[in-house]
């Protein structure tokens, strides 16, 4: 079972660096194949169970935050897809991709919080 949880967290790492790659839209879900495939109730509860995968074992694991990941994750999102969604497309596209976007990075979010915390206390 830990293995398929492995393999889940790479699946997810490498559908991250998939959109990062793709031509700078946020909107790979929904042009690339394989997302056409099955229902995107199916990608929304995949997407949810790796957050939660990512919070139990970012909080509970016996090695510090991943800090290096976190900056990564941050810096590719920040100057690769927000620019693209915010600047080539209108206000209501942009709010309709923040639930998304929430979705998508909210326990990156919470594990960088989490490790700034930490980080101060030493």
């Not at 991709?97 to 929430?102: A, E, H, K």
């Not at 979705?103 to 206390?121: D, E, H, M």
């Amino acid at each position: 079972m830990r293995y398929v949880f492995r393999l889940l967290l790479f699946l997810r790492l490498v559908l991250r660096l998939l959109a990062f790659t793709y031509p700078l839209f946020l909107t790979l879900m929904y042009n690339f194949w394989v997302f056409e495939r099955l229902p995107m109730v199916l990608w929304i509860g995949y997407v949810v169970i790796m957050a939660l995968w990512e919070l139990v074992s970012g909080i509970f694991a016996d090695r510090p935050l991943p800090m290096t990941l976190l900056k990564t994750y941050a810096a590719l999102a920040i100057f690769l897809e927000f620019p693209s969604v915010l600047l080539s497309s209108r206000l209501s596209t942009t709010v309709a991709s923040l639930p998304w976007v929430s979705l998508w990075y909210g326990s990156l979010i919470v594990l960088a919080l989490l490790a700034a915390r930490t980080f101060r206390r030493r």
